[in-house]
């Protein structure tokens, strides 16, 4: 396939480093031969691109941001513009990497023993070992500090029971980062599959990442050793530091999403002839895509000062927060502009914008819905929370 020419319409390249846009480059040539080619029908049969995941690991994008262990170590531009690239391939490609890296080996990283880190790390650098990370429960999403989910130590073994709803690679996972209450606090906790009173199965019937595995977790009387809890995850704000980190990939990831769009929106335009012209010769039509190259080039430039900032330790929840909002809400809007471009042919799976389309309303919701972003950052430029 040739090469993929993104939007950069600021001439950002110029600001990123030669080994940046040499990850940039090789990811993206990477999800035109290979991901492209295979992902309409992985969407269409509902199924996660497993076969993918050696050629992921081999690529270095698995806890790519994290240093030893068998990772990459490489910093936070490099590893939001592999997410930008993969999300460009399918969101479910990019969830599947954000929550490997961001949600299951970075509070192993963070928080976990030494042990633990040996154990799972380097096996998950090299996609052996799968991970899911287990928050949201049927009753409690926006609000995790209501989770039901209860750990209680009993002799040499914690013994977990709770229900866990819409978990990314759950059914796919060999470890699953279990967050419960241990008396009032929240706890992590490390649950391998096949562990006895642990079970998990796929939500049926999704419109949006269907390429992407997303399940239930089962915990009844399940008993795990006590050395499967991270020692340095205390709290829900340990929890909620991986969302932080996981994000900062959106951010990031759903400008690959609306720069596909944009970039099929507008080879569609100028080559569909309607009324004796190209659709892109119409006023109404350039408008649409000028807002895109617009909203879309103002996303590159937010993740890119928060790149930077991160880099510096400077970056704030608050501006995570923003970054994950603003660019969710462009990429739902370019995908809606890409498809009205593409006429009849924007319902079919034949082109990609559909498909971006269903997915990103999962990346709207996820990892904090538009709405708790918008009242996080509310709360940080008023010191007043109207979340509760
Ligand atoms: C495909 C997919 C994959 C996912 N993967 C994972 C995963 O791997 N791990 C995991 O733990 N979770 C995962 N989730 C769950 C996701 O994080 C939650 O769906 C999300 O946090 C929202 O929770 P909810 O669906 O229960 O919505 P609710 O919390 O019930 O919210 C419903 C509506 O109310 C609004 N709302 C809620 N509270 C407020 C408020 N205070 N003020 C104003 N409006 C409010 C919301 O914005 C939303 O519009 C996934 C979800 C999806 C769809």
Redesign the pocket.
Known sequence: MKPFKALDYFQLDGLLTEEEILIRDTLRQFVSDKVLPVIERHHREGTFPRDLIPQLADLGTLGSNLQGYGCAGLGPVAYGLIMQELERGDSGLR?FVS?QGG?VMYPIHAFGSEAQKERWLPAMARGEKIG?????????????AGMLTRAVKKGDRYVLNGT???????TMADVALV?AKLEREVAGFLVERGTPGFSARD?EG?F??RA?V?SELALQDCAIPLENRLPKADGLKAALACLNQARYGIAWGVIGSALAVFDEALEYAKTRIVFGKPVAAFQLQQRKLVWMATEITKGQLLCLQLGRLKEAGKAAPAQVSMAKMNNCQVARECARLGREILGANGITDEYQVGRHLCNI???Y????????H??IVGQDLTGLS???
Do not use: M
Not at 365 to 372: C, K, L, Q, S, V
């Open positions: 969830s929550v949600l899911c990370f287990g928050l949201t429960e049927p009753d409690y999403g926006s609000n995790p866990k709803a819409w978990i990314t690679n759950g967050w939500h999704k949006s990442l992407s997303t309303e999962s990346v919701t996820y990892e904090g819905t538009h709405d708790i918008t009242l109207a979340i509760l």
